[in-house]
């Protein structure tokens, strides 16, 4: 699996999934994904990323997956949520 971080959005390519069709890199909206050598897509703009998830729904393999950061308040909340009911 490759993971590229950068921005605020980080890109899993699980390459053993991936057959390199490029659909991902066709309807990302941003051209954040681009070709590598062997066709394989490289998040080499990730920070243009907009979490849109159009590369993960038409990924015909399941091969890529778009990880939003964790929201630093997850944690900090619980005890309020669960206050709240
Ligand atoms: S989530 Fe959207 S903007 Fe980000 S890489 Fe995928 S298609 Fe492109
Ligand atoms: S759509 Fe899926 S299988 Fe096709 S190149 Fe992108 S990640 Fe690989």
Do not use: T
């Not at 070709?35 to 729904?57: F, H, T």
Request: hydrophobic share 40%.
């Amino acid at each position: 699996m490759d993971i590229v971080a950068r921005g605020i959005y980080r890109i899993n390519l699980y390459r053993e999934l991936c057959k390199a069709c490029g659909l991902c890199i066709a309807w990302c909206p941003q051209q954040v994904l681009f070709p590598d050598a062997q066709g394989y897509p490289l998040a080499n703009a990730i920070e243009r990323c907009v979490n849109c998830k159009a590369c993960e729904r038409h990924c015909p393999d399941f091969a890529i997956e778009v990880i939003p950061p964790e929201p630093e308040s997850e944690i900090a909340d619980v005890p309020s949520l669960i206050h709240a009911r």
